[in-house]
């Protein structure tokens, strides 16, 4: 098992930054791949970035990709999505993943965190 918790999250104006984290327990983050999802007010989760076990593989959704980054420190057990130039329809739930491969698709990741809130306001 592996347990994931996100922090970062919080209330910024458009235009503004944010990094979030995901911390992971156990001795063998670094075999996992991860990923970040969101999921804004009345819409389905969305991925946004992914990123595969060692970091050569990096996948974002086309609305992100000129402004958010994500990365990993596999030492500190922790996965990071820096968000810059945000906008309000950036404004959601966002979640930490992991699994066995970096995909765009949610079905495919096993653990999940509990999610920490990002309000853009315009």
């Known amino acids: 098992q592996v347990q994931l918790v996100e922090s970062g999250g919080g209330l910024v104006q458009a235009g503004d930054s944010l990094r979030l984290s995901c911390a992971a327990s156990?001795?063998?983050?670094?075999?996992?791949?991860m990923g970040w999802f969101r999921q804004a007010p009345g819409k389905e989760r969305e991925f946004v970035a992914a990123?595969?076990?060692?970091?050569?593989?990096?996948y974002y959704v086309d609305s992100v990709k000129d402004r958010f980054t994500i990365s990993r420190d596999n030492a500190k057990n922790t996965v990071y999505l820096q968000m810059n130039s945000l906008k309000p329809e950036d404004t959601a739930v966002y979640y930490c993943a992991a699994g066995d491969r970096a995909t765009m698709k949610s079905e495919e990741y096993d653990y999940w965190g509990q999610g920490t809130q990002v309000t853009v306001s315009s």
């Open positions: 990123i595969s076990w060692r970091g050569g593989i990096l």
């Open positions: 156990g001795r063998t983050f670094s075999r996992y791949a």
